[in-house]
């Protein structure tokens, strides 16, 4: 049997709440992308920084210093399955990798142009002599195609900060060039982290059918990206039950990004100014991570699937269009027949919402544009998710090891502890109710429609209930 | 005495009949333009009508065949004219002597012979003169012919761009009767559904002025078809044949041309006349009447008198100057007239075989391209309206755009089809390519469909979350949607 069959023999027989045990075991187990971190303090005593669907940059030790290389170049790169894009990163990949210091530091990097136009390399936040500060034309001459420089400094600072070209950033920064820069306190910290993730906020507009980043867009962004990628391609954020987790995230984007965590109330503790003295810490679930800014937040993890997004709804869509006629409330019954004499494929959607669109898109019988994402995409343990753009999940377990950044699957859900219906009676119970309802003489509450009759008169569309 | 009595009793014999319009002849050389006549009896046109059934009704019907027959018969009348002789002219005298006596009585027979001797020549002038008409008639059947089927092809064309109009004008319906759906709701302004109206309305009067033509195009063949205002009876085809193989160089077509044009012979032999005529005049210059005749007299006291005598005018004062230069410059204006029609058939050859390469390149170029480019953009925006890029009516607004380029790529076959008739008529003859239709039809069958329902997966007006119950993870397996059944 199928397990698909075996799940819906067994919807007959057993509980919502033992069911979902049964999807928590049996669910999609999504691979992580992110590179391996060893998920134990280093010899410097700290504990490395996870960076979803990314990784953390090597160095050697020569004459005492700490020795990176980053390459500038084109590279193909993957936002989620389906749209994949010439983009310029570091090292193969955007965002470049991150690297990792510790206060007190020197740091040699060496920069590689292997781009088709100069570049330069600004380390954003850090404290270092005005040459290396990384402004062409203003600190330094250009890196040509080719050429390689060095910047070395000490690194007498801690905190999240980034690196980014300051030569056609413009363009440089649209086509994907950043990436995250972190250094650890010397003294280690008043509260030591268990899992500590990177994550570099930005966008993209890779209009639908094109394969190349459109540097000259401001505003109307088609990818919202956490690491470059967007949901359903970005790695879930894993822990175990009480480890205090930390999230970096720094923004480069164009837009500023609330950011909010489902189930917590976390701390924000610090940015590229360093982790801050706890008298500054405050409670927040949503914290505004604005453009060029970067915020660490921290919480300890309570068990569950808890969903992590930018609270900017359209960032947590893929690709949408903008400023289209808005179908919700129009009812197209009829006119939607006679379009499909002359556009056979078209299909009126949004009359009472876009719930159902995932469902089209899903299905594959509503293609899309090449190289191109649906608006909104993902599938749970209880149906489509309908998320794109900045949107990930921290998965906490009681039972997580140390360096374990796999994805868990989908959360097992103790009995009694997932919402549940108790009716589908739309005139159920007594709820106290206040204000004029929509409709010119209305005297009954809209009711919602369950019998399958659709907003197109699609009668019979089997039961889309009790799955 | 008696010889001009024989000659006169021998001539009263020689009555020319009437030059016969040979059918087979005519058929022959109708032929050679690849037209044919229809039976003698043709009833109206009913059904559908075909090019060839048109072509035979204004044959048959048209008034401008009646008018070129009567001009043909005018040009029998001449040749009779021609061939006819002067009618002898009889004297009778009666004399009575002052004093008494018997009368004297005279009896003269004269004839005039200028036209018996003119009489083979002037034929000769007659006989080119109706062969001319007689090739003009047949030039004009060809021009009838070829007007009808330059109208037959607007009358095509006209339908078919009626019938793509109406298609496009539906989608500026559809998005009018849509927007005043949206307009309802609360989701568009009045200034976005005075937008919508406009085009809707901009496109129905389209549709009006490509109805009014496809009426005016019938209209007009009924008119060559001689059945003026009969439309109702019969229809034309609702699609062109597509573009058949190109003609030859026009250096070819003009040897073509200057062969075979029928005008250009009918001239020709019209200028065998003149030229004919210049010569008689010429050669009879001196002549003027002469009248020979026989007279019988009895005198008073009964004597008995035969005799005969001749009577001709001379020619001191006027020896036909007026006739011999009025000739020569008839001839002169014709040879003129001739060179103006070779000029202008050369010309005409040139330009319509340019024009028919520039409507079979154009047709081509919106057939072999822009209509799959429209194809792949509509598709494109389909597309991009799944995924709510854009909204229905981007869609309907292209295919407006997509329906209207189909529109000229119809005019264009049709423009393509007139030329084509204005080429064979000016070379003479059907061109090379085959029958029509040969190559196919430019069909727009596939531009509308039966109104029917899309396979909707789910059912747009519900909300597809599960309400509790968690789903299989397994993407990719849809069997279970087609259909509109369960999703189970």
């Excluded at chain 1, 399955?81 to 007190?104: L, Q």
């Excluded at chain 2, 539906?170 to 927007?179: E, T, V, Y």
């Excluded at chain 2, 005018?313 to 060179?339: I, K």
Aim: charged share 25%; with cysteine.
């Amino acid at each position: 049997m199928k397990r698909r069959n075996f799940l819906l023999a067994a919807s007959a027989v057993l509980p919502a709440a033992t069911l979902t045990r049964v999807m928590a075991e049996s669910g999609h187990v999504h691979h992580n992308e992110g590179d391996r971190t060893p998920g134990q303090r280093t010899d410097q005593g700290y504990m490395p920084v996870h960076t979803p669907n990314g990784w953390t940059l090597p160095y050697e030790i020569k004459d005492g210093v700490k020795e990176f290389h980053l390459v500038a170049e084109e590279i193909e790169h993957e936002f989620a399955p389906g749209s994949v894009a010439k983009c310029w990163g570091y090292n193969g990949t955007t965002p470049g990798p991150t690297i990792e210091a510790v206060e007190g530091d020197r740091v040699r990097i060496y920069v590689t142009n292997r781009l088709p136009e100069y570049t330069s390399v600004h380390w954003h936040g850090i404290h270092l002599p005005s040459g290396m500060d990384g402004v062409k034309g203003v600190t330094q001459p250009p890196i040509h195609p080719g050429e390689t420089f060095v910047y070395e400094f000490e690194l007498n600072q801690h905190g999240t900060h980034m690196y980014h070209p300051h030569a056609d950033e413009m363009v440089q920064m649209a086509m994907g060039m950043m990436g995250m820069f972190i250094i650890h306190p010397k003294d280690g910290e008043i509260e030591p982290v268990d899992r500590d993730y990177a994550i570099l906020l930005h966008n993209w507009a890779l209009h639908p059918g094109t394969r190349r980043p459109d540097p000259s867009i401001m505003v109307d962004f088609d990818l919202w990206s956490m690491n470059s990628k967007v949901f359903p391609a970005i790695d879930s954020l894993v822990a175990k039950t009480g480890e205090r987790v930390r999230i970096r995230m720094g923004n480069l984007s164009m837009w500023n990004h609330p950011m909010h965590v489902h189930g917590v109330s976390f701390e924000v503790t610090g940015s590229d100014g360093g982790r801050w003295p706890r008298s500054q810490w405050r409670k927040e679930t949503t914290e505004i991570v604005g453009v060029g800014q970067v915020r660490d937040i921290e919480f300890i993890a309570p068990p569950g699937d808890w969903a992590f997004h930018c609270h900017m709804t359209h960032h947590t869509m893929n690709p949408m269009g903008h400023g289209i006629a808005n179908p919700l409330g129009v009812d197209q019954s009829g006119i939607e027949e006679e379009i499909r004499t002359l556009l056979p494929e078209y299909m009126a959607m949004g009359q009472h919402g876009m719930a159902d669109h995932q469902a089209h898109t899903d299905g594959g019988h509503m293609r899309g544009p090449d190289n191109t994402l649906a608006m909104a995409m993902g599938e749970g343990p209880f149906g489509t998710i309908g998320m794109g753009g900045m949107f990930t999940l921290v998965k906490v377990r009681d039972d997580l090891a140390p360096g374990d950044f796999s994805d868990p699957g989908w959360y097992w859900h103790p009995d009694g502890e997932v919402a549940w219906r108790v009716s589908d009676d739309p005139d159920f119970g007594n709820p106290v109710r206040r204000g004029k309802l929509a409709g010119a003489g209305a005297e009954d509450l809209p009711t919602p429609r369950r019998d399958g009759h659709g907003h197109h008169g699609n009668h019979g569309h089997g039961d889309h209930h009790d799955h | 005495m008696a010889l001009p009595v024989l000659s006169v009793l021998f001539l009263a014999g020689c009555a020319t009949t009437v030059p016969d319009l040979d059918r087979e002849r005519l058929e022959g050389d109708l032929m050679a333009y690849g037209v044919t006549l229809s039976e003698e009896e043709l009833p109206k046109p009913r059904g559908e009508l075909e090019l060839e059934s048109a072509i035979h009704q204004a044959l048959l019907r048209n008034p401008r065949m009646q008018a070129a027959y009567a001009r043909l018969d005018l040009e029998a009348a001449d040749v009779i004219e021609a061939s006819q002789f002067a009618n002898p002219s009889l004297s009778l005298s009666v004399l009575r002597p002052e004093g008494g006596g018997g009368n004297e009585y005279g009896i003269g027979l004269a004839w005039g012979i200028s036209g018996w001797l003119l009489r083979s020549a002037r034929i000769d002038i007659a006989e080119s003169h109706w062969e001319s008409t007689r090739l003009q008639l047949t030039e004009g059947m060809v021009a009838l012919a070829s007007d009808t089927e330059r109208a037959w092809y607007e009358a095509v064309a006209a339908r078919q761009q009626a019938q793509v109009q109406a298609l496009e004008t539906r989608a500026a319906d559809l998005g009018l009767r849509l927007g005043q759906r949206f307009h309802e709701a609360g989701n568009i302004t009045d200034l976005d559904k005075a937008h919508l109206r406009i085009r809707a309305t901009e496109s129905r009067l389209q549709l009006e002025e490509a109805r009014r033509q496809e009426r005016a195009t019938r209209l007009y063949l009924a008119h060559l078809m001689g059945i003026p205002g009969e439309i109702e009876d019969w229809s034309v085809p609702a699609t062109l044949p597509l573009p058949l193989a190109d003609p030859d160089a026009p250096g070819a077509l003009v040897d073509q041309a200057l062969d075979g044009r029928l005008d250009l012979a009918a001239l020709d032999k019209a200028l065998d006349g003149m030229t004919e005529g210049v010569a008689l005049v010429r050669r009879y210059r001196w002549l003027g009447d002469i009248e020979p005749g026989i007279e019988f007299e009895r005198e008073t006291d009964g004597t008995r008198l035969w005799g005969g005598g001749i009577t001709f005018t001379l020619p001191l004062f006027n020896r036909n100057q007026s006739g011999v230069h009025r000739a020569e410059a008839r001839l002169r204006e014709g040879e003129a007239r001739r060179d103006r029609l070779t000029d202008a058939i050369i010309a005409d050859v040139h330009e319509q075989h340019y024009r028919l390469l520039h409507h079979r390149e154009r047709f081509r170029m919106m057939r072999e391209e822009l209509l799959p480019a429209r194809e792949i953009a509509m598709a494109g925006i389909q597309e991009r309206v799944n995924y709510m890029f854009d909204d229905v009516f981007d869609l309907l607004e292209h295919k407006q755009e997509e329906l209207r380029d189909w529109r000229r790529t119809v005019a264009e076959l049709g423009d393509y089809w007139r030329a084509r008739a204005d080429l064979a008529y000016a070379v003479a003859g059907p061109l090379p390519g085959g029958p029509v239709g040969r190559e196919g039809y430019f069909d727009i069958g596939q531009l509308e469909r039966e109104p029917g329902q899309m396979h909707h997966h789910h059912d747009h007006g519900h909300d597809h979350e599960d309400h509790g119950e968690p789903h299989d993870h397994e993407h990719g397996d849809h069997t279970e949607h087609s259909g509109h059944g369960g999703h189970h």
